[in-house]
């Protein structure tokens, strides 16, 4: 059995969504502006379990993620070799206590405790596509689709790379933590009864109930 302990999920934060045609493109920003997060390996959401909205968070939303594992381990890794440190690509949900969050971001406090809480973070299986094929990326919330966008291959694999090399600028880079790459939507709400999928080029990598 697979142990999570020591896992480190890190979460960007620069994701900016620009409309293009019929679908939605995104555009990153450089690595010298790149904000992003750590939460602990306890965020996890294990095995497809139900996500139990916690009695404090009494507004509480949910944001998808394209996301990838790192697969080595690394220290302040250069972007031109970062490809070496990632595999495969799946889809993330991210939950957060807004009334919470909003605390924190009015007193300067950490919002660790908004975000990082016990199973906040579900990751979806890993999907079968390469990292240098187009994805096309949908989510959906009970009945309603969060997000339906296309994300191309330059664009997210430069994000990627310069991020890996942001990160591990900072911490060590090792086997089995995960990077979510910036939210694909803005957040929505979300409460008991809801349904939450994640879809990658027709496979469905993610679905689980909140309760």
């Not at 890794?77 to 939950?95: C, I, K, M, N, Q």
């Not at 990077?179 to 027709?202: F, I, N, P």
């Amino acid at each position: 059995m697979c142990s999570f302990a020591g896992m480190k999920i890190f979460v960007m934060h620069d994701l900016r969504p620009v409309v293009h045609n019929n679908g939605a493109f995104f555009s990153f920003n450089g690595m010298e502006a790149m904000p992003f997060g750590v939460l602990p390996d306890s965020a996890l959401l294990r095995e497809r379990r139900p996500m139990f909205v916690p009695p404090f968070a009494e507004r509480c939303s949910v944001q998808t993620h394209l996301a990838v594992r790192i697969c080595r381990l690394g220290r302040c890794v250069s972007p031109r070799f970062a490809h070496r440190y990632h595999e495969g690509a799946t889809l993330a949900a991210v939950f957060r206590a807004d009334n919470l969050l909003e605390v924190a971001r009015s007193e300067g406090w950490p919002w660790d405790m908004a975000m990082g809480f016990d199973g906040s973070v579900a990751i979806g299986a890993p999907c079968g596509v390469e990292p240098t094929d187009v994805l096309h990326l949908r989510t959906l919330l009970g009945a309603d689709t969060m997000a339906e966008v296309v994300v191309e291959r330059e664009a997210w694999l430069t994000h990627i790379h310069a991020a890996l090399a942001r990160i591990s600028a900072f911490h060590t880079l090792r086997q089995g933590d995960w990077l979510l790459c910036g939210a694909l939507h803005r957040s929505q709400e979300v409460r008991e009864g809801l349904r939450v999928e994640g879809w990658m080029d027709g496979e469905r990598l993610m679905a689980f109930d909140v309760k």
